[in-house]
Nanobody, 115 residues
Framework: QVQLVESGGGLVQPGGSLRLSCAASGKMFSIYTMAWYRQAPGKQRELVAR???????NYADSVKGRFTISRDNAEKTVYLQMNSLKDEDTAVYYC?????????WGEGTLVTVSS
């Protein structure tokens, strides 16, 4: 069982930066594939970025070059560094842990990009 707690969301102006954190409980964090998803109002949840247990990353086209996902296995934490934020990045961001076909989700943190 894994519990995930996101933090770091808030209000930021276009062009600004935020760093989201996701702290995980439980053992074996290092074997999980970790990801960030987001859901904007009226839209479906979408994958933003993913990092495997080996550190391989992939990103949605819309955030490539602007967002960076990383993980600290000793701290059981995954991060999402978001730079050059745009209005369309406004969404609730969810942390996800996945292993052997089982998904765990955090409750989400709201990111609002607005001037």
């Amino acid at each position: 069982q894994v519990q995930l707690v996101e933090s770091g969301g808030g209000l930021v102006q276009p062009g600004g930066s935020l760093r989201l954190s996701c702290a995980a409980s439980g053992k074996m964090f290092s074997i999980y594939t970790m990801a960030w998803y987001r859901q904007a109002p009226g839209k479906q949840r979408e994958l933003v970025a993913r990092i495997t247990s080996l550190g391989t990353t992939n990103y949605a086209d819309s955030v490539k070059g602007r967002f960076t996902i990383s993980r600290d296995n000793a701290e059981k934490t995954v991060y999402l560094q978001m730079n050059s934020l745009k209005d369309e990045d406004t969404a609730v961001y969810y942390c996800n842990a996945q292993w052997s076909g089982v998904d765990y989700w955090g409750e989400g943190t709201l990111v609002t990009v607005s001037s």
